[in-house]
């Protein structure tokens, strides 16, 4: 703020000369950065989307409307939601909505009677995934784009055809 010239002030307080720098080119210096106009998309790289965190927070909230069988962790369940989810969100270049939460438990079959071998499954995929980088990465990459592109009504009702959904029908 300017002062008066009237209003003495110290030596230490006098407003001291800037210097100018001369500008530099602009430098990826930094490990994360993307230097190249199109994304990696190699397994295991990951999906970057904006506030992808608000996954888990959804995912938290709609845990009661959830069936989980006893040997289910709930965090497990929320944290490989999320991460479906947050990789739909993604996909789609914005933050993860409720929508994206549906769809990721949808096509687990958590929200009505799945069949068993889907639940055996998921649960056996879901195990620990709290805990285990490599095995998120699997899972979130594992899931077709086709899959991820449905609508949460198209999949609010597991059905015989869930290998399809989650891209094991090439594998068995």
Do not use: C
């Not at 506030?51 to 289910?72: I, K, V, W, Y």
């Amino acid at each position: 703020m300017t002062q008066p010239i009237f209003v003495p002030i110290t030596h230490a307080d006098q407003v001291r000369p800037s210097f100018a720098q001369e500008s530099t080119a602009h430098r990826t210096g930094r490990p994360s950065e993307v230097r190249t106009p199109h994304e990696n998309t190699s397994p295991g790289t990951g999906f970057h989307g904006p506030d992808q965190g608000f996954a888990l927070t959804l995912a938290h909230r709609l845990l009661p409307a959830l069936t989980l069988r006893s040997d289910e962790h709930h965090h497990d369940v929320e944290v490989a939601g999320a991460l479906i989810a947050s990789r739909r969100a993604a996909s789609l270049g914005r933050a993860p909505s409720i929508y994206d939460l549906q769809v990721a438990f949808g096509i687990f079959g958590f929200f009505g009677k799945a069949p068993a071998d889907l639940v055996d499954y998921r649960q056996q995929a879901f195990q620990a995934i709290s805990h285990n980088y490599a095995a998120q990465r699997e899972l979130a990459d594992q899931i077709p784009a086709s899959t991820l592109a449905l609508n949460p009504g198209d999949v609010r009702e597991p059905s015989a055809q869930w290998r399809e959904l989650l891209g094991l029908s090439q594998l068995t």
